[in-house]
């Protein structure tokens, strides 16, 4: 049943327009598919109570990609989530249907720490640029680029690890 109210229809759009950001994000950085749906819904109910209006679409987006961030960073700083066991998590890359390559790449992000795995997320998942990037996380860009090369490197060692080791 669909309602007719046009900020419930106006909301819907944006949500299908940007929940692959939006959860991705959240999937990536919280690494717990629950809390991702929990920050996912926390971003776009917040999102409707404050009936923002954007100058553009790039402003809309670069508001969903802070908010979701700093949800995450609040789950990740909960009490709870410092004292709850992770070892039983649900893979996350098979809700994006990711190739067996992409789901490979994405566990090696997923295993960052956490500057480095979010400045990844956004750069190469998300398409932002290093100075996008910079603005939306307070650093300077040189401090991105650092973070981007640093995360690179781990990476690549990481992915040569595991074909060494006959994992992939």
Request: glycine share 4%.
């Amino acid at each position: 049943m669909r309602n007719n109210d046009p900020g419930v229809q106006a909301l819907e759009q944006i949500i299908s327009r940007y929940k692959s950001t939006v959860y991705g994000i959240a999937a990536a950085m919280l690494r717990n598919r629950h809390e991702a749906d929990d920050v996912f819904q926390e971003v776009f109910l917040l999102y409707y109570k404050k009936k923002i209006d954007f100058d553009s679409e790039n402003a809309r987006r670069t508001w969903l990609i802070r908010t979701t961030v700093n949800k995450c960073r609040q789950a990740n700083n909960s009490i709870w989530n410092t004292r709850v066991d992770k070892t039983d998590e649900i893979e996350i890359a098979q809700d994006f249907g990711f190739t067996n390559e992409e789901s490979r790449v994405f566990a090696a992000v997923k295993e960052l720490e956490g500057k480095n795995r979010l400045v990844v997320i956004l750069h190469y998942f998300q398409g932002l640029s290093v100075s996008e990037i910079a603005e939306l996380l307070g650093d300077r860009p040189n401090t991105v680029s650092v973070r981007l090369n640093r995360a690179r490197k781990l990476l690549k060692e990481r992915l040569e690890e595991d074909d060494e080791n006959g994992y992939f």
